[in-house]
């Protein structure tokens, strides 16, 4: 009996298409994980540039509210004068204020 060279034949060619696919596949992951760690480098540059611009936003908004600033506006520009008179400073308990905020809901009810 002569062994036939198809079944040898068809095992190769098994293993060649086999092989071919894990190739085919290796590297379509491999840029797919290229792509998408490109992309997270990205995302995380954005974030970074975000994050500085809200900082900046955040000191001129400091930098625009500050009393020297405001002051020296409403003196230089505007003619206002500042008033020499103490600042009165009362101080209440909140045990007061609770007890005046019932006795008035008491009243309109």
């Not at 936003?57 to 004068?81: K, T």
């Not at 101080?91 to 009243?107: C, L, M, P, Q, T």
């Amino acid at each position: 009996m002569k062994k036939s060279a198809k079944p040898a034949i068809l095992f190769v060619l098994f293993v060649f298409v086999s092989y071919t696919f894990l190739i085919l596949l290796y590297v379509g992951v491999k840029l797919e994980h290229e792509k998408l760690t490109k992309e997270k480098v990205l995302a995380q540059q954005r974030l970074s540039d975000v994050k500085n611009w809200k900082i900046n936003l955040l000191a001129q908004d400091q930098a625009l509210s500050s009393e020297e600033r405001i002051v020296s506006i409403a003196q230089n520009e505007l003619g206002m004068i500042r008033d020499s008179a103490q600042v009165i400073i009362l101080n209440v308990s909140k045990e007061k204020i609770d007890k005046i905020s019932k006795a008035i809901d008491k009243k309109y009810e």
